[in-house]
């Protein structure tokens, strides 16, 4: 098991950037494949990004492919998102997760740990 705690989200206007930071305790970082997530109110919890333990590779989703980042520091067993020409349809409660695998997976059930979310609204 590991603790999961996000931090960085904030009001924004539309076209302006966030970077969310998830900062991990428990267990070894390393071993867990991380993703992004997020929950509008009234929608399902959609799948953003997920990368593997080492960092080497990663995959997004494709309405935020091209303008989200992930990425992680193993040495600060902390993983980001880097958000850049946000959206008003980018505003939602943001969890980080953790998954105790090799395999990058889009699913949010197949991630065991959850961090309690921080709050990105975009204004237009």
């Known amino acids: 098991q590991v603790q999961l705690v996000e931090s960085g989200g904030g009001l924004v206007q539309a076209g302006g950037s966030l970077r969310l930071s998830c900062a991990a305790s428990?267990?070894?970082?390393?071993?867990?494949?991380m993703g992004w997530f997020r929950q509008a109110p009234g929608k399902e919890r959609e799948f953003l990004a997920a990368?593997?333990?080492?960092?080497?590779?990663?995959t997004y989703a494709d309405s935020v492919k091209g303008r989200f980042s992930i990425s992680r520091d193993n040495a600060k067993s902390t993983t980001y998102l880097q958000m850049n020409s946000l959206k008003s349809e980018d505003t939602a409660v943001y969890f980080c997760?953790?998954?105790?695998?090799?395999?990058?997976?889009?699913?949010?059930?197949?991630?065991?740990?959850w961090g309690q979310g921080t709050q990105v609204t975009v204004s237009s």
């Open positions: 428990g267990r070894t970082f390393s071993t867990f494949v």
């Open positions: 997760a953790a998954r105790a695998s090799v395999i990058l997976t889009t699913i949010p059930s197949s991630y065991g740990d």
């Open positions: 990368i593997s333990r080492s960092g080497s590779s990663s």
